[in-house]
């Protein structure tokens, strides 16, 4: 009988530690949400387009890189030492992807490295891009629906900023 209420306890007692990080993981995903960056995109070396990198509902989108048929993507967070990292991958069916990497600092500063890759059947190509910028407070998150609605009736290949994308 001591055996049986022995295992019972230790069962719960793995069951309430995998609830607790599984709920910590779940917690940290979102962690960005709700945020809005401003700053500059372009070569990792000189960034210089004017852009604003957005987080809503565990998700991550920036202005241009919508315009450029960019959709939406999923990102992971995770509180470190430095700041918040996070990563994400934004996709686009004739433009490829960008991997992005990134880190905000507790005084709201962020740098990402991004790395854009663009596969066909005879190349790839793979380049090198940041952003850099600071938290800003005077812009409201614009709503995920209505990033994705306002998608459909963009023209990326009829907009000459997304010929370097």
Do not use: H
Not at 40 to 48: K, L, R, T, V
Not at 75 to 102: K, N, Q, V
């Amino acid at each position: 009988m001591k055996q049986l209420v022995a295992r019972f306890f230790s069962f719960l007692a793995l069951a309430f530690v995998l609830s607790f990080f599984g709920a910590a993981k779940a917690n940290a995903e979102g962690v960005l949400d709700g945020l809005v960056f401003s700053g500059m995109i372009g070569p990792a070396q000189n960034p210089d387009l004017a852009d604003s990198l957005y987080f809503d509902e565990g998700r991550f989108w920036s202005d241009i890189c919508t315009q450029c048929g960019f959709a939406p993507g999923t990102y992971d967070a995770a509180e470190t030492a430095d700041g918040i990292r996070f990563s994400g991958t934004l996709e686009s069916d004739s433009r490829g992807r960008f991997d992005y990497d990134g880190l905000v600092q507790d005084d709201g500063t962020i740098q990402v490295s991004i790395t854009w890759e663009r596969r066909r059947w005879y190349w790839t190509s793979r380049r090198e891009i940041a952003f850099v910028g600071a938290l800003s407070t005077q812009r409201k998150v614009a709503s995920l629906a209505d990033v994705i609605q306002a998608m459909q009736s963009l023209d990326p290949e009829g907009n000459p900023l997304c010929a370097r994308f």
